[in-house]
């Protein structure tokens, strides 16, 4: 059985300010969404305050990126341990926004991963082919290499506190989304390759997500796929209406 999980990727929008009034409008609206888990990823200076507004209610909380190291000369860098000393039960790594700007790779990818998860956070690993690579019939590769390079050396225990996010570069922030059936593809592959990497019980009970344009109007389509576990929705969850709507997918 899983839980359909509903993450919010604020990306470098919202002051504090701003962060801590989006939650306190969000928690009525989904005070009565049973059965799916709600997240937030606000940006890094956010993160605290928002997770005391967070309070009551069943809203938790994400970062959007950490580093692999516990301490020392880092300058700039943000440790898991800090991230779940601020409030945080999720990390968001790998994003295509990560990987296209701040050199992010599968190999640092899994170091972080790895990190996340020995610091007691659940790690949300996005993986995701661009426009030219599905053009050029490369989709599954790509996702394979991801996902294998990313998740390398995770034990099985380890693996059970990552959750897979399937967004295709090409739907994030365009307006376009995946059809149900073209996810529903990959995600199917996704779970494949997790039986082959970690079994078939791991495989059943991991959660992937998709992302890429996810709306109200296109959601529950999306999670009436029998291999979609929840979704990663950024522009959408900036607004506590349209957020709600998609958490309220399954009413
Ligand atoms: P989008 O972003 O919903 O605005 O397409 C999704 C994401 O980048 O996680």
Redesign the pocket.
């Known amino acids: 059985m899983r839980i359909p999980l509903i993450a919010g990727?604020w990306k470098l929008y919202k002051t504090i300010a701003e962060s801590v009034a989006l939650v306190n409008e969000l928690k009525p609206l989904v005070e009565n969404s049973a059965g799916v888990q709600i997240v937030v990823a606000p940006v890094f200076t956010a993160l605290s305050r928002v997770f005391d507004a967070t309070e009551g209610s069943q809203i938790k909380l994400a970062a959007q990126d950490c580093y692999w190291e516990e301490e020392g000369a880092f300058t700039g860098e943000v440790a898991p341990k800090l991230l779940k000393d601020a409030g945080c039960s999720y990390v968001i790594i790998g994003?295509s926004?990560r990987r296209q700007y701040f050199g992010e790779t599968d190999v640092t990818v899994n170091k972080k991963t790895k990190a996340a998860v020995a610091a007691g956070l659940d790690a949300i690993v996005c993986v995701g082919e661009s426009l030219a690579e599905r053009e050029s019939e490369q989709t599954f590769s790509v996702i394979e290499k991801q996902i294998q390079g990313g998740l390398a050396g995770l034990s099985a225990e380890a693996f059970s506190h990552v959750v897979i996010a399937y967004?295709p570069v090409w739907?994030?922030?365009t307006g376009k989304t995946a059809s149900d059936a073209q996810a529903q593809e990959v995600h199917a592959f996704i779970r494949q390759l997790v039986v082959r990497l970690f079994g078939q019980a791991v495989a059943d009970s991991v959660r992937i997500l998709y992302?890429?344009?996810?709306k109200p109007e296109n959601v529950k389509g999306l999670m009436s796929q029998p291999d979609i576990d929840g979704a990663?929705?950024?522009?959408?969850s900036l607004k506590a209406e349209s957020f709600a709507a998609i958490c309220s997918f399954n009413s």
Do not use: R
């Open positions: 990727n994003h926004e967004e739907a994030i922030g992302g890429g344009s996810v990663l929705v950024g522009g959408a």
